[in-house]
Each structure stands twice: as C-alpha cells, then as structure tokens.
C-alpha cells in the first residue's frame, strides 16, 4: 500500500541509515513487550476478529505488535492485512511470494518480532486471544516455552485418535512429557526462536528442540473452537508426515552433536562381523575347503564395505559438526545466566547482542 516510508527515529536508539529498500513502509515504533505472530492461508474472513479480539484483551495491560504472515493466500487476506495495519499501529504483516507452508509463515514471523515474549497462534479463531494472559504468566514464572494443550479438541473423531496415537509416540520417543505437542498457541521467550531452526514440517517439534538446547518448556490448558470460517488446510497425511519427521528429530536431537556415535557404532558393528565372517571362511580355505561359491562370503564382504561406508559418513557428519562449532557465535551458546563484572567490556557487550 505505502510505498513512501515514514521512519521516525526511535527515542531510545540512534537513528540508523537504513531507511532505504528493506524497510520501506514500516513504521517505527515503541519496541513492545509482546510479540504475536500469526501464520494465515486464506484466512482473511477470520483476521478483522481476531486483531479486534487480541487487541481487547492487551489493551492498557500489555505493549504488543500483531504481526500478521500471508502465506500466499489467494483470497482477500492480503487486503484485509493493509486495512488492519492502518487501522492500527500495532498491527504490521508480511506477504510470502507464494504459499511456503506454515513453517516459512512462521519462520518470516520470527524473524520480525522485537518483543521479549513471543506469542504464535492459528488465524482461523480456534485459539481463543482470551487466554493470552495465561501464556504471558508461565512466562513470567520463568518458563521459556509455553505449549497450549487443547483440553478438549474440536477436531473431527478420525483425527482425535490419531492424534491421540501421535502425541503418546513423540512422548515416549523424545522423553518430552507433552500431551499436545503439535498446537498451534504457544509463547516463547524471544531468545528460543531466535535459537531455534524450524524448516520443513519441524516446528511441530519446537518444544523437543528448546526442551534439548535446554530451555524449560511446560503447557497450559486452553480451549479450543471449532472452525468458523472454511475447513482444516490439513489432511490426515499431516500425520503420517509427522511420523518421518519424528525420526529426524530424534537423530538431530540425539546424535547431530555426536554424529560419529551413532554411524561409527553401526559402522564398527557391521565392519567387525564382516571381518569374523571372512576370517572364518579364510580358516576354512587354508583347511582345504572351497569357499568361492559360498553366499556367505558375499554377505561377509558386503558387511565391511557397509561398515566403512558408515564409519566415512560418521567422519564427514563429524566434520559438519565442527565446522558448525567454529562458526558459532557468542549469541549461540546456550547460556541462560551470567553474574559478575565484566568491567567496561564493550565488545563483549556488542557481541552479545541481539541480531
Ligand atoms: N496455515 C498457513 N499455511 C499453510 C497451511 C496453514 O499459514 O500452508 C495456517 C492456517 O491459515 C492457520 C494455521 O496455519 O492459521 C493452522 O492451520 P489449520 O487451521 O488449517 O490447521 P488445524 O487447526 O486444522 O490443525
Ligand atoms: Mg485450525
């Protein structure tokens, strides 16, 4: 819409240069407290409700910014964004080129939110903004990830007990004590998404990754609507696909520190009963007997070119790892306090700081 941007200066921060492309038609404002991203796929009948409603329940408590994500909606959502960032200050949107997927909506939310607390939910209105309180509280309390846990779905049946199936299955495989891992209302404080990738379909698991970089993870109950306007964008294969990715992040959380456990182990294994297996049918060659037509010596041979195979990828996963570690940042480490003086400490303070 505007393509003229109107950058004021902030009060607490020098005024910076980059008021040219990357932030054209932002305005800047007050840095809030709370951040709330909202991924939408046609969901512009929904929207106008739900920025009223969030907007009724902060209001005079909290300072916030709404950040809306078109996800390559086809319908009049992205309009329906414009007229709500005018209407209100708070409100700011982002339009992907095309539809990505909730994972990019959100990741594109991410990487815009100022406030310390960040706050996700659905845009169809079955998270109810009325319980943002609640989310802000555990917070508060010192907890850095917030889950929603629909205690009572309105979902239809077939899917309950899948979910059902699930949610017990990524209990008992990542060890992270969730009954409902995959909703879609959660809180943040600002430092776990700016820590944590989410790509594909793994955002599903965010609380497993934060749980794993340490960070304390714990739900709240929060009802849940059906649907107002038109129906899931999801399928049943959701859950299929989530099973696959359930085994990724199990070797991600798990092993991607320490890849050379988990490949030089199966490696050793496989490369060790080769050998035996050959060694013995050598035995039996010196004693005369004729091994070459033996299957045996084909599935001793294949077990140590196998076994080697998988101690070079442990070595090469060994290498991304630490080349991944030399790149690290100060940022990047997983620090939750620190005490004492540093004495001026300017670069030290520089280098810790947010993006
Ligand atoms: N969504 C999105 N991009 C997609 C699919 C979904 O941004 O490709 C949004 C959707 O608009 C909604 C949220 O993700 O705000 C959850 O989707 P949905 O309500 O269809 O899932 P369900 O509630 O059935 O789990
Ligand atoms: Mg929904």
Request: hydrophobic share 40%; with cysteine; glycine share 10%.
């Amino acid at each position: 819409m505007s393509q003229t941007a109107t950058v004021e200066p902030e009060t607490d921060k020098p005024k910076r240069e980059k008021t040219a492309s990357g932030l054209a038609g932002l305005r800047l404002s007050e840095t809030p407290r709370i951040s709330i991203v909202v991924p939408g796929l046609n969901e512009a009948e929904s929207l106008p409700e739900l920025a009223k409603r969030i907007a009724e329940t902060l209001d005079g408590k909290e300072t916030f910014e709404l950040i809306f994500v078109d996800d390559g909606s086809t319908d009049d959502s992205w309009k329906v964004m414009q007229s709500l960032v005018a209407a209100d200050p708070r409100v700011r949107a982002v339009r992907l080129r095309k539809n990505f997927g909730k994972a990019m909506g959100l990741s594109a939310g991410f990487s815009r939110v100022r406030g310390e607390i960040v706050i996700m939910m659905d845009a169809d209105l079955q998270d109810d903004p009325a319980e943002l309180p609640k989310f802000i509280e555990k917070i508060e309390e010192g907890y850095d990830v917030v889950v929603g846990w629909k205690l009572k779905r309105l979902d239809p049946a077939n899917r309950l007990v899948l979910t059902r199936i699930f949610n017990g299955t990524v209990r008992w495989v990542t060890g992270v004590k969730l009954h409902d891992m995959n909703c879609g209302f959660k809180a943040y404080r600002r430092e776990v998404v700016k820590t944590i990738p989410i790509y594909g379909d793994l955002f599903r698991y965010i609380p497993v990754f934060a749980a794993w970089e340490g960070f304390r993870v714990t739900e709240v109950g929060v009802h849940h609507h059906p649907r107002k306007h038109g129906a899931s964008r999801y399928g049943l294969e959701r859950i299929l696909r989530g099973f696959f990715d359930l085994i990724s992040i199990t070797f991600l959380t798990k092993y991607s520190k320490r890849p050379m456990h988990l490949f030089g182990a199966i490696g050793l294994l496989m490369g060790f009963t080769g050998v035996a297996i050959n060694l013995y049918l050598t035995v039996l060659w010196f004693l005369g007997h004729k091994i070459g037509d033996r299957p045996l010596l084909l599935f001793g041979s294949i077990l140590i070119v196998l076994g080697l195979q998988f101690f070079s990828m442990g070595f090469i996963g060994e290498y991304l790892t630490y080349l991944n570690q030399k790149r690290m940042k100060a940022t990047d480490l997983p620090i939750r306090e620190e005490i004492g003086s540093i004495g001026s400490g300017s670069e030290l303070a520089l280098e810790s700081r947010p993006d």
